[in-house]
Nanobody
Framework: QVQLVESGGGLVQGGGSLRLSCAASGRTFSTYRMAWFRQAPGKERQFVITISSSGGSTISRDSVKGRFTISRDNAKNTVYLQMNDLKPEDTAVYYC??????????????????WGQGTQVTVSS
């Protein structure tokens, strides 16, 4: 069983920055593909960004390219989401997710086995 705990959410003005963290339990964190998803009120859960198990490759949705960066520290069992130039449309609950099968660069939430409880990010205009 893998437990994921997000932190770092909050209220920020448009143009500001936030850094989310996701701490994972377990001794095999370095084998998981990790990702961040988000869900705004009344909308479906949406892929944001993912990183390979080694940290060598990332994929992000077009709307966050150049603004959001994902990274991981396998020694600390932690994945990070650095969000810059935040916009009101980035407002959502952000979820950390882990995929045990790290062979594929998937953006489909059904391919992720474990989820955190979510952290709220609110961007004011």
């Amino acid at each position: 069983q893998v437990q994921l705990v997000e932190s770092g959410g909050g209220l920020v003005q448009g143009g500001g920055s936030l850094r989310l963290s996701c701490a994972a339990s377990g001794r095999t964190f370095s084998t998981y593909r990790m990702a961040w998803f988000r869900q705004a009120p009344g909308k479906e859960r949406q892929f944001v960004i993912t990183i390979s198990s080694s940290g060598g490759s990332t994929i992000s949705r077009d709307s966050v390219k150049g603004r959001f960066t994902i990274s991981r520290d396998n020694a600390k069992n932690t994945v990070y989401l650095q969000m810059n130039d935040l916009k009101p449309e980035d407002t959502a609950v952000y979820y950390c997710a882990a995929a045990l099968d790290s062979r594929y660069s998937t953006t489909n939430p059904t391919d992720y086995n474990y989820w955190g409880q979510g952290t709220q990010v609110t961007v004011s205009s």
